[in-house]
């Protein structure tokens, strides 16, 4: 404490150098010292070592600081890398952040999108996404050694709670969706197809948040657009009939959300109601954003007054450029 107590002094004093020297001790004698490694941290930061700083940033981080104060220094020091080596060394610290309240999560786009390209498993579904047939890409999806693809917890929160701005990710995204609509189209039954749609949906889910998220801007061709109408039409009936605890399906809507937004099939209400835990907090978000946040505006959109008519012809396409709530109904 003597030595921390000091530190604090030195740096009150300017002297930088002389300070860090006393966090450096106070750590060596108790190396779960929070306040001195979040101390040490931030005068590392200020003294031009961005890659220390966010080595002392996460051990505070591993020592069970959630403050949002150290969060928000855990992610200035995570823009401020320029060596992805040292953005991997921090994806723990990441992973921590995405469970925290109170922070702008968006902020951690760039870092994860690095950390994600650099990966080896990415790199490779990249490849086939790049030049394979859609047939090698469901191949390599499925393989053992795309195992840990699917369910890496990184990429989940990064397509679930930012939006991403990355041509590699694009180009990914829409090679896999177009996969995925032709798997539950089909309702592809050859080893691991259905299955995957079912064991997998936080990974489609958290595509389909990303899609959204997007506003759908990915590009879409002819043949794309008959395959999803096959499967919109397949969803109705089921819907029409839907029994709780059907995986299959679910795996099935996520594919839908990544075209179109889910309020648009009428049925939806019902199965949403059954939608409790243990559902996961992915496809929780994804009810949330394309059902129940549209629910709430349409509650919404009869009390918000108009100050003027829209009534002229550019008022008017503006207007038809927003969202349709067609085919939802306000609950009784």
Known sequence: ??????????????????????????????????SAAFSLSRLLAMS????????????????????????????????????????????PGIELCFDAAGIDLQQLSRPVTE??????????????????????LRSGILSDRMAGFPGDRLLIHLLTWTLV????????LGRLRRLFLEMARDRDDAPGGMRFLADNGELLAAIACQCY??????????????????????????????????????????????????????GMKRLIEDAVPPVGKTLAHLFHIQWHGPQQELQIRPRIPRITAIDDRVSCKVREMSVSYTNLTLPT
């Not at 930088?16 to 060596?28: G, H, M, N, P, Q």
């Not at 051990?59 to 040292?86: C, K, N, W």
């Not at 950390?115 to 090698?136: D, N, P, V, W, Y």
Request: one cysteine or more; hydrophobic letters at 35%; aromatic letters at 8%.
């Open 213 to 266: 998220s997007s506003e759908y801007c990915f590009s879409i061709d002819q043949e794309e657009s008959a395959s999803l109408d096959e499967l919109e039409s397949g969803l109705r009936d089921e819907l029409a009939d839907y029994r709780p605890g059907a995986g299959y399906l679910t795996g099935r809507l996520c594919v839908y959300g990544m075209y179109r937004p889910l309020y648009r099939l009428p």
């Open 1 to 34: 404490e003597l030595h921390f107590t000091l530190a604090l002094a030195l740096h009150a004093q300017n002297t930088t150098v002389d300070a860090i020297d006393s966090l450096r001790e106070t750590l060596r004698l108790n190396p779960r010292h929070v």
């Open 115 to 136: 950390i994600l390209k650099r990966e080896e498993s990415f790199e490779k579904i990249m490849s086939l996404a790049r030049h394979g047939t859609l047939q090698e």
């Open 165 to 172: 701005c990355d041509p590699d990710f694009e180009v990914l």
């Open 48 to 91: 031009g070592k961005p890659g220390e700083a966010l080595e002392y940033s996460l051990s505070t981080l591993e020592l069970g600081a959630r403050e949002p104060e150290i969060l928000q220094h855990f992610i200035r020091m995570l823009g401020m890398q320029q060596d992805v080596r040292d953005l991997r060394k921090a994806r």
